[in-house]
């Protein structure tokens, strides 16, 4: 790879930062990886990427990319359909509000806008879901809105390189790094420009054991020339930490189950589970009036970014029609069939107690 400080042959640049974004640019074309929402300019479909993107790895994000462009085509279709169905199509991406702001979003770019995303960055952030950065990814690839997209790996590679030292846990940094990088970018290609500086913080400059060695900037590096790359980015930041404790009661009864759809307010809304009673402390076992422990299963760990779940789930069978319909009633939950559970969406861990335990 080219010394920063070395020009294309036969080109004329003006500035440092015309030296960064052509090294950057031709290290992009070279090594990018093919993903399939960069073989499109369909806000529609770059959209949906950038959520699904968002807390998500491209490993992890890719199937789901694939789900949905597979079940609607257009933002129309992708509003027309039911909550539920988008929710069981998110299954297991988390931060489920995601899902519910798209299908909001989808419903505004439809009916407000004709089915057409709003084409610059300043109107694209007054949709649902949303933010600065979605907005720039979507302006500057589909529109060519020269508006920089800042997350996390463009705020480590500011940070690093030019030795930026605003905490990005402030928000009156942001500032700093966005006009950081739309100094950098070159305005006849935007969309490149955001996606290579995502690109290469993924891949490159990473949070933990950069790859230094492969980095055309190295020898230029604020980080590295001052042994600094493990304190940038500044993020002063803490997050404390909730712990939770869930116990889940399953009750069947010739082979249905009872599911509840949980209500706005807390985390996993709209998804379905079983019946909850919460404490505050773990509840080792207990009984139920009219039914039959069958399975009382061991505590699970789910971490959130802010809470750390704490689950169990007992499992009992009731032992009388009567009784049974007097719970359905008494609790207003849903009966639904054992072998029909798949078609609910569901928080990640009943998922997984589902798939690992009770369906066994």
């Known amino acids: 790879m080219r010394n920063i400080n070395k020009p294309l042959k036969g080109e004329q640049l003006h500035s440092k930062e015309d030296w960064f974004s052509t090294q950057l640019l031709e290290w992009y074309d070279i090594n990018k990886r093919e993903l399939p929402w960069r073989e499109t300019k369909d806000p529609f479909k770059v959209w949906l990427s950038e959520i699904i993107l968002q807390q998500t790895r491209v490993s992890q994000g890719l199937p789901y990319y694939q789900k949905f462009t597979n079940s609607f085509q257009t933002v129309e279709e992708f509003a027309k359909a039911d909550l539920d169905e988008i929710l069981k199509l998110w299954q297991g991406l988390g931060y489920y509000s995601r899902a519910r702001n798209m299908h909001e979003c989808a419903t505004v770019v439809s009916t407000k806008y004709s089915g057409h995303f709003p084409d610059n960055y300043v109107e694209l952030q007054k949709l649902k879901g949303i933010g600065k950065y979605t907005a720039a990814a979507i302006a500057s690839i589909c529109f060519n809105d020269p508006v920089p997209s800042v997350d996390g790996n463009v705020f480590r590679v500011l940070s690093r390189l030019f030795g930026i030292t605003d905490d990005i846990a402030k928000a009156i940094s942001f500032k700093v790094y966005f006009e950081k990088a739309k100094q950098l970018m070159p305005e006849n290609q935007p969309g490149n420009f955001n996606q290579a500086m995502m690109e290469f913080g993924a891949t490159v400059c990473v949070p933990k054991s950069p790859n230094c060695d492969e980095c055309m900037f190295a020898s230029h590096c604020f980080a590295s020339q001052h042994n600094m790359i493990d304190k940038l980015p500044v993020k002063s930041k803490t997050v404390k930490v909730k712990h939770r404790y869930l116990n889940y009661r399953v009750f069947t009864f010739d082979n249905h189950v009872l599911l509840r759809q949980r209500k706005s307010g807390d985390i996993w809304t709209g998804l379905f589970e079983f019946d909850l009673l919460e404490t505050e402390k773990s509840l080792k076992s207990s009984n139920f009036v009219e039914a039959k422990l069958q399975y009382n299963s061991k505590e699970i760990i789910h971490q959130l970014t802010h809470q750390k779940l704490h689950m169990q789930f007992q ?40 798939n690992n335990e009770f369906c066994q």
């Open 315 to 354: 499992v009992f069978e009731m032992e009388s029609k009567k009784a049974w319909q007097q719970l359905k009633e008494e609790k207003q939950m849903k009966e639904v069939s054992i072998a029909n559970l798949g078609e609910f969406a569901v928080p990640k861990p009943i998922e997984l107690f589902l």
